[in-house]
């Protein structure tokens, strides 16, 4: 039989525990202001309205003539430090062949031009394509070692690329958001053709050495550019006399969505890494060396 | 108090707990259920307030509440079996039971399908985050949408070695009613990270607002939904039959050759001895997603530390602090919307247990396609038909291998082994 003060004990117990349920052991959520129930139910309104009205805008009209080019070149501005390596445990027969080590890569500076490479560069949205389809020569998307060989890597939609694999060992290459994540087998390659642009590049990834790590960026119009390893970027064949916007994009930016912000007034270099420009036909714009501040780059 | 009897104080506690319980539980009404926003999404697009409460009021405007859902036309849903999974559990007025989403799947799925419910934290693997509109068992390719019968089976017959029970014994109408549900939530889900993300996108002429227009919240974003699990009625994997004068164990030790084979490559991840023990420290694209940005956090959090406001303009300090306060709320969010990170282990194939359903053709649809959300690649392209049902022998037979040679760890029985 329990005594008295052990009831009393567990009584206690109980409601202790039942109370600290109750409260939550779930820390507090974070407010987020309701909806407006009026203004939805307007809007319902013009959901369900059977035309679409005349908010429907017209394709921007292309208004401009002849094409230009776009060049210039990011250089760091600040001191990129050793990059560290990077853990590859499995298959250390191929992936660290004779201590060669792995290195993070998503900061490469040149050490005698200070060029940053693999910025992405490319249009928003342009009124005219001068070649009306992509290139049907296929672009090559190697792995070796254990490494993704582009570590940014640009193509335009539909155009096919060769996800080849250089290793005497399997890989998959897992392109995040897109329909493709494929066995490669050693030695082999399969081909994809992306359908959907990517807005800002995306990841892929190699499930079977997780270390493995680059980024695919495809747009409709191939109006893109990944700067090289002196930093130097070149898009051809834009539509000249239209007002061009362009999106600046690198791995480690602290910008939104990796949006590359610098201080460029002239060129309206906005926080979300775009500026503008309008070309002249047969013009080779260039917008000169891009000073990138390390602050502008994230550890 | 010290003259009290040991009799008064047992009841004197019981009076408290009562007080206590009645006091929790509250005699006031329950406030009504309320689709909670992606928090996540909205912190890491830095939205305003403002835009916080143009989303939910789009959402609000295409997609009602969970008491009362509605849906456009162009959602292809039918509202009539929403109504019947959709608010609280209760009979309507000819006796049929409604509230059913919240009867059977809330307490894991949470009421916004963001796999947030109570329960969800204490399983393993956590329930699915209908949100993101990514399914991982169902008879199309990788990225499509799965096909209504997909999401029917699901239900029909649980996802064995989860949490996930089958409702095998709900009749049709109410299975049928609770997977149109979940396509409902998957739906709102997915406009509501479109929308989230479309501020990004913005020109800088919009001052931070998104149209309200028909063309773009219709056509342009939840038609781009909707017609992804429109298509997915048509989109079912062509699969050439097995042989069927297939010499078995010739296939088997095909498929055996083939899944420790460079091509196929299924030893990497799911081990030597097929225990799933191969590569084991990944996440799935759900997990991955808290993964980085928790790694975007620490990261940021160590800049903003190291960072010196002494030689700041004012406008870098203002700056400064917005970033401060962003990485503090982040933090914040992820406590309470986002369950700590876990890895996926691939399958363990001696269990003889397949959460997308045993039946052959399901693991053939697993090796052709992969498995949207996870790690686990598509073998078609490089591996031909043929060669998969050979690894659907194989992976058929591991359960049963009583001979293995392989790996330290000998295989056996999968009933011996647990």
């Known amino acids: 039989m329990p005594t008295c003060s052990r009831s009393n004990q567990s009584a206690a117990i109980v409601a202790l525990v039942i109370l600290a349920i109750a409260s939550g052991c779930r820390p507090e959520r974070v407010a987020s202001p309701g909806a407006d129930a009026e203004a939805a139910h307007a809007l319902k309104a013009t959901l369900v309205s059977a035309s679409s009205g005349a908010g429907a805008a017209a394709p921007a009209a292309a208004t401009g003539t002849g094409w230009g080019s776009l060049t210039g070149r990011f250089v760091f501005a600040g001191a990129p430090g050793t990059p560290k390596p990077l853990i590859a445990d499995k298959d250390t027969e191929v992936c660290s062949k004779a201590g060669m080590k792995l290195l993070d890569r998503s900061l490469l500076v040149d050490p005698s031009s200070k060029g940053l490479a693999n910025v992405v560069v490319f249009a928003r949205k342009t009124a005219r394509v001068k070649e009306a389809s992509p290139p049907s020569t296929p672009l090559v998307f190697d792995q070796k070692q254990c490494e993704f060989l582009s570590p940014v890597f640009a193509a335009r939609v539909g155009q096919p690329i060769d996800v080849k694999n250089s290793d005497p060992i399997g890989h998959n290459t897992n392109i995040s958001g897109s329909d493709f994540n494929q066995l490669i087998p050693a030695g082999g390659a399969t081909t994809y053709a992306p359908k959907a642009e990517t807005g800002m590049p995306t990841m892929v990834t190699c499930n079977v050495h997780p270390w493995m790590k680059a980024y695919m960026v495809f747009r409709k119009d191939g109006y893109v550019a990944v700067s090289a390893a002196d930093g130097s970027f070149t898009i051809a064949d834009l539509p000249a006399g239209e007002p061009l916007e ?3 994009w690198h791995e480690r930016s602290t910008g939104p969505n990796g949006a590359l912000g610098l201080d460029k007034p002239d060129l309206k270099w906005t926080p979300k890494g775009r500026f503008q420009i309008t070309l002249q036909p047969d013009e080779v714009k ?12 994230g550890t | ?9 047992t009841s004197l506690a019981f009076t408290g707990l009562i007080v206590c319980l009645a006091a929790l539980t509250g005699c006031g009404k ?26 939910a009021t789009i959402l609000l405007a295409m997609f009602g509440t969970p008491d009362e859902p509605v849906c456009l036309p162009e959602t292809g849903l039918d509202e009539a079996k929403l109504r019947l999974a959709a608010g609280p559990v209760r009979s309507d007025i000819v006796g049929r039971k409604n509230g059913l989403y919240r009867e059977h799947c809330a307490h894991c799925h949470g009421v916004t399908g963001d796999a947030l419910g109570p329960t969800a934290a204490f399983l393993n693997p956590y329930p699915r985050d209908y949100r993101p509109g990514v399914f991982k068992f169902k008879s199309t390719e990788r990225a499509d949408k799965p096909t209504h019968a997909d999401l029917v089976r699901v239900l029909h017959n649980g996802i064995p070695g989860t949490s996930m029970p089958s409702f095998a014994l709900l009749p049709v109408a109410q299975v049928e009613a609770l997977a149109e549900y979940v396509k409902y939530l998957s739906m709102r889900g997915e406009t ?13 002429d919009a001052q931070g607002k998104l149209p309200e227009t028909r063309e773009f919240l219709v056509d342009e974003t939840l038609a781009t ?4 699990w429109k298509a997915a009625a048509d989109a079912e994997i ?12 010739a296939s088997i030790a095909k498929g055996k050759e083939l899944f420790y084979g460079d091509k196929a490559n299924c030893v990497k991840c799911h081990g030597v001895t097929g225990l799933g023990d191969g590569q084991a420290n990944d996440y799935d694209d759900w997990n991955k997603a808290i993964v980085e940005i928790g790694k975007e956090l620490s990261s940021g959090a160590a800049a903003a ?9 004012p406008e870098e300090l203002s700056e400064h602090r917005a970033q401060l306060a962003w990485l503090d709320k982040f933090g914040k969010v992820l406590d309470g919307d986002a369950l700590e990170p876990r890895t996926i282990p691939p399958r363990n194939l001696r269990h003889g247990i397949y959460r997308g359903g045993r039946r052959p053709i399901d693991l053939y649809y697993r090796i052709h396609a992969g498995i949207n959300g996870a790690p686990m690649p598509a073998a078609k392209g490089t591996v031909p038909p043929e060669d998969i049902w050979h690894i659907v022998n194989y992976v058929r037979s591991l359960p049963y291998e009583l001979d293995g040679e392989l790996g330290a760890d000998k295989p056996m029985l999968a009933r011996d082994r647990f």
Do not use: C, W
């Open chain 2, 305 to 313: 530390r190291e960072a010196s406001t002494s030689g700041m303009s």
């Open chain 1, 246 to 248: 362009f999106q600046v």
């Open chain 2, 192 to 204: 509501e990270l479109a929308l989230m993300r479309a501020y990004f996108e913005l020109d800088d």
């Open chain 2, 238 to 249: 062509p699969v050439p039959p097995m042989p069927a004068d297939i010499d078995l164990v």
């Open chain 2, 30 to 55: 329950t406030p009504p259920a309320y689709f909670r926003p992606n928090m996540v999404e909205a912190t890491k697009q830095r939205l305003t307030p403002d835009q916080e409460k143009q989303v």
């Open chain 1, 286 to 297: 260039d917008i000169g060396t891009l000073d990138v501040p390390a602050s502008a780059i």
């Open chain 2, 1 to 9: 108090m010290t003259f009290e009897t040991m009799h008064r104080r």
């Open chain 2, 225 to 228: 939904v909707a017609d992804k």
